[in-house]
């Protein structure tokens, strides 16, 4: 059980509640110009670099990382009692995304994630390659 704690101070970094559906939802609008305007886009999903030029992998808010499939943009966050996940693919607007009442904080013992984890573009390529047939 995880101890009680105010998050109210959390906004300007998150701070929300959402759950894995609505993560998903948003993760699959995030290639939509309708949605996201491309010059929006363009600014949130740029890997942002310091200016020894070293690579961040993270853009405007959001992790950045490249695949045999193209970009893929996503964030994990953390906080006393729980963890989110939000991964997609804006291209296609395929997205993967979980909730989960365990926060690496407050886990007596966090699990390992072993060598036979993925990294987690490969987790989409299959719906990737489904959506786009």
């Known amino acids: 059980r995880a101890p009680s704690v105010d998050l109210s101070d959390r906004y300007p970094s998150g701070g929300l509640r959402s ?11 995030l290639g939509d110009p309708s949605f996201l305007a491309p010059a929006a886009q363009t600014a949130f999903f740029l ?10 992998g993270y853009g ?6 490249r695949s045999p499939l193209g970009r893929f943009v996503g964030h994990t966050g953390n906080v006393v009692g729980g963890t989110a996940f939000l991964l997609a693919h804006p291209k296609s607007r395929v ?3 979980m909730t989960t009442n365990i926060g690496w904080v407050t886990a007596a013992r966090p699990p390992g994630l072993g060598s036979s984890v993925p ?10 390659q489904a959506a786009t047939r």
């Open 119 to 128: 990294d987690p573009p490969q987790l989409l390529i299959p719906f990737i």
């Open 19 to 29: 759950t894995a559906e609505e993560l998903a939802r948003l993760g699959s609008r």
């Open 95 to 97: 997205a993967v995304a």
């Open 47 to 56: 890997e942002r670099r310091p200016t020894s030029g070293r690579p961040t």
């Open 60 to 65: 405007l808010g959001f992790e950045v990382g």
